[in-house]
């Protein structure tokens, strides 16, 4: 592993001045800080947003040749491609290390807003208690105040999501520095997709499990007259194929991103074609 550079080490490139050692700093820092925050204010999103309303996938198709497994994706699953899409480029950009960080500031923001979300709802408010439970009272549709609804919604989601996340989000960048060694740093496509498709099977099928056996959150999506099997495969499925989906669609802003933020940042082209003294190679560890 490279030592991490000092900020002034830059490649150069035709046509492209040197930038100071203070703007170079600057340029790599601010970039680092819009994946670093894109990628974080992503999962907060999804944590809040959770599990809250599942979609639909299989609308255009009930009732038609039998089909009666749920084809669905909780509305917190939207955001969550682009947070592979952060740690990849964080990942080709300035190191498997920073992106490690990242991925467990991340966690530790799970923790956060738990703990956030329990001290809302433990603190005396101005609803109705329910003498006999201590719990808010229910209104005419047995509904609770909307805060410990979304607050029973995301407590559920992020059990499901923590320990899935931080597997799955590891696994990616184990995997992703694993194919850039493998291709001697070539093949963008093949480290892009190749990590973020097995750590998204990983991600899925452990947030199904875990959503249905330990919170029971699937409940009004799973049949419980019907076989289980079946159903958890389908909804396990159905997110995949989702999430591989929007894996392939950021394969070209990824690839076309890293090429011209690598210019942008004075590091070594991703391809690895043109040669580089050994302390501009560094820069691939990151800019510390």
Known sequence: MHAEPFPSQQHAY?????????ALHQRRERVFLVFAG???GS???????GITRFLNLAWFIEGSAGWKYPLAVAVG???YPITFLCTDFISELYGRKRANWVVIIGFVLNLWVIAVLWVGGVWPGFETIDPETGAPLRDAAERLPVFFEVRAFAFGAVAASMIAY???QLVDVQVFHFWKKVTNGKH????NNGSTLISQLV???AVICITHFFTNGLEGIVDADEALAPQLTALIATGYVFKVLMAAFDTLPFYAGSYWLARFLRLPPPSGAAPHPPAAAAVEAGVG
Do not use: Q
């Not at 999962?43 to 947003?49: G, S, V």
């Not at 963008?188 to 480290?191: F, G, H, K």
């Open 14 to 22: 035709d046509g492209l001045p040197a930038l100071s050692e203070a």
């Open 38 to 40: 894109i990628f974080l």
């Open 43 to 49: 999962l907060a999103m999804l944590n809040i947003l």
């Open 77 to 79: 699953v939207l955001p």
């Open 166 to 168: 931080l597997v799955a």
């Open 188 to 191: 963008l496509w093949l480290r």
């Open 203 to 205: 991600d899925t099928t």
